[in-house]
């Protein structure tokens, strides 16, 4: 198993270097994006809040959101994807906000996208947006690049912002 401190450690100075804060929201990640952002001691003064919004209920109870926020939008998109971002971000106050949607294996999701595909997306000061393709149908090996692309996608749009 990867080690969570390394991968939460870059990000984690970045944020408490510029007094600046993160909110997640995260689906196929399942938690090991907030997992690796915690690791790090002292991540309280960047560190709002997250949650696994694995179902459309969870979604918008826990983003407190108007049933149709998301109508007309397919899950598993890169659209998608920053729309949970601005969401989570906008609910929690804080600076960043990254959004995670996809299919982690072994199978596909119900809307046609392979096992291994996921959008993330950070929203803030600038935007960032990416689609990973892993072709694997690990269920776990996928949740671990997942987050590991998100990570280095919040790194590089926080730096980008500068």
Known sequence: MPDLDPMGGAVGALLKSRGETIAIAESSAGGLISAALLSVPGASAYFLGGG?????????????????????????????ALRMARAVRDHLGSTWGVGETGATGPTGNRYGDAAGHACIAVAGPSDGVITLETASTDREANMWAFTNAALELIETTIKKSA
């Open 52 to 80: 696994v919004l694995y179902t459309y209920d969870s979604r918008h109870k826990l983003l407190a959101l108007p049933e149709d926020h998301f109508e007309g939008l397919r899950p598993s998109t890169e659209d998608y």
